[in-house]
Nanobody, 124 residues
Framework: QVQLVESGGGLVQAGGSLRLSCAAS????????MGWFRQAPGKEREFVAA????????YYADSVKGRFTISRDNAKNTVYLQMNSLKPEDTAVYYC?????????????????WGQGTQVTVSS
């Protein structure tokens, strides 16, 4: 079992930055591929970014490529999402997710564990 707790959300003006964190419980965090997803009101949950178990591989949605950076610190059992140049359309609840795998996973149905989410609101 893995428990995930996100933090770092908030209200920011367009063009600003936020860094989300996702702290994981358990001793085998380094065995898990991690992902970030988001869900805006009335919309389906969508993939944002993913990182491999080692941190050596990353993948991004086209909508955030070049603006967001996913990273992980296995010693701290934490995955991060640095979000720069934020836009109003980035407003959503952001979720981190975990799957015990050595490959990068982008489908939300493929993940086994989810955090409770953190709200990100970008004002124009």
């Amino acid at each position: 079992q893995v428990q995930l707790v996100e933090s770092g959300g908030g209200l920011v003006q367009a063009g600003g930055s936020l860094r989300l964190s996702c702290a994981a419980s358990g001793r085998t965090f380094s065995s898990y591929g991690m992902g970030w997803f988001r869900q805006a009101p009335g919309k389906e949950r969508e993939f944002v970014a993913a990182i491999s178990w080692s941190g050596g591989g990353t993948y991004y949605a086209d909508s955030v490529k070049g603006r967001f950076t996913i990273s992980r610190d296995n010693a701290k059992n934490t995955v991060y999402l640095q979000m720069n140049s934020l836009k109003p359309e980035d407003t959503a609840v952001y979720y981190c997710a975990a799957k015990k795998t050595r490959v990068i996973v982008t489908g939300h149905y493929d993940y086994d564990y989810w955090g409770q989410g953190t709200q990100v609101t970008v004002s124009s």
